[in-house]
């Protein structure tokens, strides 16, 4: 059965630079998307961002001037780094697996297993 | 890239049937798919793809497609359906991920 676990400090400072990584077990990192999601306490899901198996990524736009995901394939991990984070950087991140697909005229995307999630807050 | 809208809450009467519908212009190339999250849980894939459900998902979740808007159904609601439920798709133009505002979901 796969998982996934998400790692990392749960407390980082104002200008510094969130680290989080993710460890698959029990499964390939090959043919899926492997993302990272955000939820503000009491809000909603935020997409951060994916890297494909291949190695090639896509960010949200408003915050990919301070995002990097990057994948480590020899230790089933892939990983988050958000610089210059803020107090609106609180929230609870998720590590989670995208699938893509085209099917009946319709592209087919959806996050299929997740993470528990990890909180992290930015306080000094 | 695009936006999903949804309502922020929904109530249903135990036993009945309830529509969570989710709109966007995204939603006119891809299915959407449909998370349930529990409070302090990560969020659960519930629907995907042409009313696709996970094995664990009761059938009672359906899921349904028509021009720009998606819709989550569940008949017969259940006290344990008490959650947020949140729609999800893709741009096609830039393949950014979009998520809805979410619905809270109330069983009286």
């Known amino acids: 059965q796969v998982q996934l676990q998400e790692s990392g400090p749960g407390l980082v400072k104002p200008s510094e630079t969130l680290s989080l990584t993710c460890t698959i077990s029990?499964?390939?990192?090959?043919?899926?998307?492997w993302s990272w999601i955000r939820q503000p306490p009491g809000k909603g899901l935020e997409w951060i961002g994916y890297?494909?198996?291949?190695?090639?990524?896509n960010y949200n736009p408003s915050l990919k001037s301070r995002v990097t995901i990057s994948l480590d394939t020899s230790k089933n991990q892939f990983s988050l780094k958000l610089s210059s984070v803020t107090a609106a950087d609180t929230a609870v991140f998720y590590c989670?697996?995208?699938?893509?697909?085209?099917?009946?005229?319709?592209?087919?995307?959806?996050?299929?297993?997740w993470g528990r999630g990890t909180l992290v807050t930015v306080s000094s | 890239s695009s936006e999903l809208t949804q309502d922020p809450a929904v109530s249903v009467a135990l036993g009945q049937t309830v529509r969570i519908t989710c709109q966007g212009d995204?939603?006119?190339?891809?299915?959407a798919s449909w998370y349930q999250q529990k409070p302090g849980q990560a969020p659960v894939l519930v629907i995907y793809?042409?009313?696709k459900r996970p094995s664990e998902i009761p059938d009672r979740f359906s899921g349904s497609n028509s021009g720009n808007t998606a819709s989550l159904t569940i008949t017969g609601a259940q006290a344990e359906d008490e959650a947020d439920y949140c729609c999800?798709?893709?741009?096609?133009?830039?393949?950014?991920?979009?998520f809805g505002g979410g619905t809270k979901l109330t069983v009286l």
């Open positions: 890297i494909f198996y291949s190695g090639s990524t």
């Open positions: 793809g042409k009313n």
């Open positions: 995204s939603l006119r190339s891809y299915y």
């Open positions: 029990g499964g390939s990192i090959s043919t899926y998307y």
């Open positions: 999800s798709s893709r741009d096609s133009s830039d393949n950014h991920v979009v």
């Open positions: 989670a697996r995208g699938y893509y697909d085209f099917w009946s005229g319709y592209y087919l995307w959806y996050f299929d297993l």
